[in-house]
């Protein structure tokens, strides 16, 4: 995630939005059995930003027990989620948004895939049970 101050954002004139629809059809599915997988991702996330993915075989009780695990960080305190931060590039991290009115709070985990690089802010993550994120 990155967040630019508004004169950063002058600087970029890259920056596209969605393109707009008269009618939301519903979030995009991308089926990864399907050949042309790649250009259906590709048209989603430059027309909608995001999309489903289906058939991507990764099994239903890894995503259980990973979701289960994102939601008990979450809830851990304040003062927990900070020792596991700030990201560099790894960790958690928090900010304010919304400089324009909608002002709100987010906060995020950056995690690495490789199992051959563990940072010690992921180890902190992992150590209450390291076993439900292989």
Not at 63 to 68: F, P, S
């Amino acid at each position: 995630m990155v967040v630019l101050s508004q004169p950063a954002l002058n600087q970029f004139f890259l920056l596209k939005t969605c393109k707009p629809t008269p009618l939301f059809a519903g979030i995009p599915v991308v089926d990864l059995t399907d050949p042309d997988a790649k250009t259906h991702i590709v048209n989603a996330c430059r027309d909608f930003g995001f999309f489903k993915l289906v058939n991507h075989g990764v099994p239903l009780q890894f995503m259980a027990n990973l979701e289960n695990e994102t939601l008990g960080f979450f809830k851990k305190p304040q003062s927990v989620k900070d020792r596991a931060g700030p990201p560099d590039p790894f960790g958690y991290g928090s900010k304010r948004i919304g400089p324009n009115g909608d002002v709100g709070w987010v906060e995020y985990l950056l995690l690495n895939t490789n199992p051959d690089v563990i940072s010690p802010k992921s180890q902190f993550i992992f150590r209450e049970g390291p076993q439900n994120f292989r």
